[in-house]
């Protein structure tokens, strides 16, 4: 089972890849980044890899990048810059040996790969740390990402995609918002931002008031009781989740309509991101779980709880159900980036750690050793770097400006796209986001997302004539007697911008459905087909 792309770099702050398409060969100044080959590892497109600085900081601040050239490159002209991705190989089940990926991304794009913010991955950075808040994460990009193209200045006026998952939700955007504001002094030709299960949208709706949703829909792969489901039932009415769904379900929507305060008090922020590294038990205070295994125990943490403030209907979920996989009446080793997941999924991040911590590895992506001649100890995930953003205020969702700005006056195309078997961040919350988004001046979709897309190249380039009676992604008609594919989830798109909602997939879309993915970078993000 490959399910560990390599240049995944894992769910929540590190890398964001960009797409690009150039067949210009970048200049000799790029020429130090080359990367020849990887040890142990079939072919990989022409790359460059390394280190740069990043401008105007303290020194030893520095961003590792891994760029893949187009395999198509007359075809393809675009360049993508992703948050999460997938890379040119995969690790072969559980061993380390590497095989090429079928559903590679550098197919049909330029693809850079960015460690950030600082200190992350391969990314260095100085003493103490610097990076304090978002504010700070977005400033150093941008300059880096100016220092980037000074390097590779072919790419810079190329077609460029910003993609991510989870809180790429809030990188993505504040990042593309910093390139259209500074546009004048220093173009770059941004035409897209794609969010996967991402943060992006108001923290409560994303959360508290459409956990209840989820379980209703999952409750048999759950396993959650019908006793257990009726004090969230209860919850969503007393705490008025449900209106706000009912007004989320309405298309059009009538007009903006409003998030129930504070529930469980934002606590949950802090418990997220904990869920989202586990095993980072200093984050959480222990006390506060309080493994509820009956209804009134579950009623009891939802409304009265002391640490979560009233209505803490996400976190009470997430202990109840952990608790009911700890003890082996619920989901065996519950995953909420994936509730399909079980105890035999393989984790990918150890092969991570011991192949990327191997000299000869290091050497071959322009790595120099430490001081002491000794390899790098490669991490995939930074806790110290976590708890230091966590502790920062929170940003202002982009939902509630940022968003609207870049689509409204800046032209920039949206996606956002949701696995189904995401526990942490529930397509039902995006849904209910995405209804009160403003987007090209017009608030949420007018109709309700329910058109299929396909697991990709199923069609085949013509078909004969025929009365249409299906219209896939409004380039072909199906007659009424063709086989229809294997459908991948349902979409819609309006004034430019999309949403999917993937099947059989959950946290990071493109480990479950990776040729799906493909298709939809392929054919939504580079070709831009929807208008």
């Known amino acids: ?77 675009d360049f993508v810059r992703l948050m999460t991705g997938t890379g040119p190989l995969v690790f072969d089940g559980n061993s380390a040996r590497l095989v090429k990926n079928p559903h590679r991304w550098s197919r049909v794009a330029n693809v850079l790969y960015v460690d950030q913010p ?53 990188y993505i955007p504040y990042i593309a918002s910093a390139i259209v504001k500074n546009n004048d002094s220093f173009p770059i ?83 997220l991101h904990y869920l989202q590294r586990r095993g980072l038990d200093d984050i959480l205070d222990i ?79 322009n790595i120099p050793p430490e001081s002491d001649s000794e390899p790098l100890s490669y991490q995939p995930c930074n806790p110290s770097i976590l708890e230091t953003l966590l502790a920062a205020e929170s940003p202002t969702p982009p939902a509630y400006d940022i968003i609207p700005d870049l689509t409204n006056f800046h032209g920039i195309h949206l996606h956002i796209y949701s696995g189904e078997n995401d526990f942490l961040v529930n397509h039902f919350g995006t849904e209910i986001s995405m209804q009160n988004l403003t987007w090209r001046g017009t608030r949420g979709f007018a109709n309700k997302p329910d058109k299929p897309f396909y697991v990709n190249d199923t069609f085949p380039a013509e078909l004969p004539d025929c009365t249409p009676t299906s219209d896939i992604k409004g380039l072909v008609c199906i007659p009424d007697d063709y086989p229809l594919p294997r459908q991948a989830g349902i979409w819609s798109e309006e004034r430019r911008s999309s949403y999917h909602l993937f099947r059989d997939a959950g946290h990071s879309v493109f480990l479950k459905q990776p040729g799906p993915m493909l298709s939809f970078v392929r054919d939504v993000v580079v070709n831009q087909t929807i208008m």
């Open 287 to 365: 006390s506060c779980n309080i493994h509820p295994t009956t209804p009134e125990e579950t009623r009891q943490s939802i409304m009265n709880s002391s640490c979560f403030g009233p209505c803490a209907t996400f976190s009470t979920a997430m202990d109840y159900i952990t608790t009911a996989s700890e003890a082996g009446t619920g989901v065996p080793c519950f995953d909420m980036y994936d509730i399909s997941n079980d105890c035999d999924t393989i984790d990918p991040l150890p092969l991570m750690n011991t192949y990327f911590s191997r000299a000869d590895v290091q050497k071959a992506l």
């Open 1 to 77: 089972m490959n399910i560990a792309a390599i240049l995944t770099l894992f769910h929540v702050l590190w890398a964001v890849p960009l797409l690009l398409v150039s067949y210009t060969r970048p200049p000799s100044r790029a020429l130090q980044f080359e990367v020849r080959s990887l040890p142990d590892a079939p072919d990989i497109p022409r790359s460059w890899a390394g280190r740069i600085p990043v401008p105007d900081s303290e020194d030893g601040n520095s961003m590792f990048f891994w760029l893949f050239e187009a395999e198509d490159t007359p075809r393809y002209d």
């Open 118 to 170: 600082v200190g992350t991955g391969y990314s260095t950075a100085s003493t103490p740390y610097p990076v304090r808040d978002n504010e700070a994460v977005t400033s150093d990009f941008y300059k880096w990402l100016k220092a980037f193209f000074s390097y590779f200045p072919h790419l810079q006026g190329k077609p460029l995609h910003m993609m991510g998952e989870s809180y790429a939700g809030i």
């Open 189 to 271: 030709d941004l035409r897209s931002i794609s969010l996967g299960d991402g943060t992006w949208g108001n923290n409560a709706a994303m959360t508290s008031v459409a956990i209840g949703s989820y379980l209703r829909s999952k409750q048999s792969q759950l396993k959650i009781p019908d006793d257990i489901l009726a004090v969230f039932e209860e919850a969503d009415r007393e705490c008025g989740f449900d209106e706000v769904i009912k007004k989320a379900d309405v298309f059009p929507v009538p007009g903006k309509f409003t998030i129930p305060g504070d529930p469980e008090y934002l606590n949950y922020k802090q418990r």
